[in-house]
């Protein structure tokens, strides 16, 4: 039988402090609330007092029950009123020292069985736990910010943590309604490991100048369904905390991914620390706000696509899953579409297939006939490369094959009127090597699409040293006509998304190799602690282990980090055709 907590306290009523509080509080417990100072904790009771008035304000707490929760509460500076708790949880800022001061002090305040937690994010439990004279008895809690709506709860035992304490926190964490997760003592811990590495790269991407805030955050959210893009997250996270975090992780890590990028320390020295200071990498109305206001890096509406060519006529080139979806993009924005496959056979496939998904928007209430008939009327099929001759853009979206892709621009260059813009779709492949197949490289451009075309919303627009201005400002603009989210980047492995998320999951994978914890709580961590859409095991099944595997080994082959070196574990999983969901075996078994 785990051992119920009744009395609780908690160190530190900051931001989280407090939350913590309150998620106590809520859940019937008597709680000590304690900080170094009278105006720390009167900051910490109004902060929760705000939190659960605007609660009250929504309907989602009534006004009796918040002054039932706030009566379970004792405001204190003093740690000796936490001599009779059961349970104390540190929540002080990220310095070693200042967390191991304050367990030495409470480990002789406190009983002798009481169980004393951090709520670090990065920092080693054991080297605090040492600095008490029962380490059997300290354990890592650490919750999400904030603390009242994240579910995740990461339960960090060290070495010498007594099995007892792991499971009287488990049950706790439980009673809590929290999701827990219970691993190692690691820099990091599941989330943070995972998370800050993409958050560093991300901030190289930006440094680097390869692509803008707006466009590196957009493509994330729109192209990963992730809640917040990378940038606007760490300005919420706060650029001191982020650095500090990496700082650690680094320190016990030694890989270079962890090692904070310049950008941090430059933005901290200028006191650009994110919505708390009112600036970071966005600007804010005010400090602690989260609303953006322009600023000089604010990119002017609709400035990019000036000079654009005229297109009214587009070609699409292939007959697959993409292919089809493309076509139908096009064709709902009006544009007149001539696609070209191999054989009538697969041209009444593609039509058939577009048909389908037409009349399934119109079932729905998204579309009507009239739109829809429409659309079909615009599509025309063929079987010749040669009918492509009067369009202004064509989209090639043939098979992953550099050879393949090579052939067909160099044939497009032949058959194609000068002036008529030539894109990929290309995921992975240079760009700049299909554009020397012809006679024409400043014509030739990136527009990668994401699957199901006609479903996401983002457009990769990706420039090669030879495209010229008005071809790119051509495809943003018909990017936009499609109702389409372009951002732009330069012709590299990965572009944006594929950029930031391989490494992320290829870095998942090595987590798991390595027994840290399971598929099932690396998932739960990503989706619960980060809000993520689906975890990185999940991912991978559908993205298939053998795509991920040829991707990865492109970044790796592209930038020849070591980081980014394929996990031997999915190199493995290849090999013995587990492919994910496709082939009913991956990371899991499926039925």
Known sequence: MAREFQQVGVVGLGTMGAGIVEVFARNGLTVVAVDKDPASVEHGRATLEHSTGRAVERGKLA????????????????????????????????HLELKRA????????????????????????????VSTG????????????????????????????????????????????????????RAGFIANALLFGYLNHAVSLYETRYATREDIDAAMKLGCGLPMGPLALLDLIGIDTAYEILVTMYAQSRDRLHAPQPLFKQM???????????RGFYTYDAPGSSAVVPDALTPAAGAAA??????????????????????????????????????????????????????????????????????????????????LAGVQLVVEAVVEDLTVKQTLFANLDDICAQGTVLATTTSSLPVIECAAATSRPADVIGMHFFNPAAVMRLVEV???????????????????????????CGDRAGFIVNALLFPYLNDAIKMLEAHYASADDIDSAMKVGCGYPMGPFELLDVVGNDVSLAIERELFQEFREPGFAPAPLLEHLVTAGRLGRKTGKGFRDYT
């Open 102 to 129: 304050i367990f030495t002090e409470l480990d002789t305040l406190c009983k002798p069985d009481t169980v004393l937690a951090s709520n670090t994010s990065s920092l080693s439990v054991t080297e605090i736990a």
């Open 306 to 387: 000036q000079g654009a060519r005229v297109v009214s006529q587009v070609g699409v080139v292939g007959s697959g899953t993409m292919a089809t979806g493309i076509i139908e993009v096009f064709a709902k924005a009006g544009y007149e579409v001539t696609f070209v496959a191999r054989s009538a056979e697969k041209t009444d496939k593609v039509v058939k297939a577009v048909t389908r998904s037409l009349d399934k928007a119109v079932g729905r209430g998204k579309l009507t006939e009239a739109a829809r008939d429409a659309a079909l009327g615009k599509i025309i099929p063929s079987t010749s490369l040669d009918d």
């Open 268 to 278: 901290m020295t200028a006191g650009l620390l994110g919505r708390k200071s009112g």
């Open 63 to 94: 006004a009796e029950d918040q002054q039932d929760l706030l009566g379970r509460i004792t405001w204190v500076s003093d740690l000796g009123a936490l001599a009779e708790a059961d349970l104390v949880i540190e929540a002080v800022p990220e």
């Open 462 to 488: 990706v420039t090669t040293v030879s495209t010229s201005a008005d071809v790119e400002a051509t495809v943003l603009a018909v990017t936009g006509t499609l109702g389409k989210h372009a951002v732009r």
């Open 134 to 185: 029962r380490p059997g008895k300290v354990v890592g809690l650490h919750f999400f910010n904030p603390a009242p709506v994240m579910k995740l709860v990461e339960i960090v035992r060290t070495v010498v943590t007594e099995q007892e304490v792991i499971d009287d926190v488990e049950a706790f964490a439980q009673r809590l309604g929290k999701v827990d997760v219970t691993i190692g003592d």
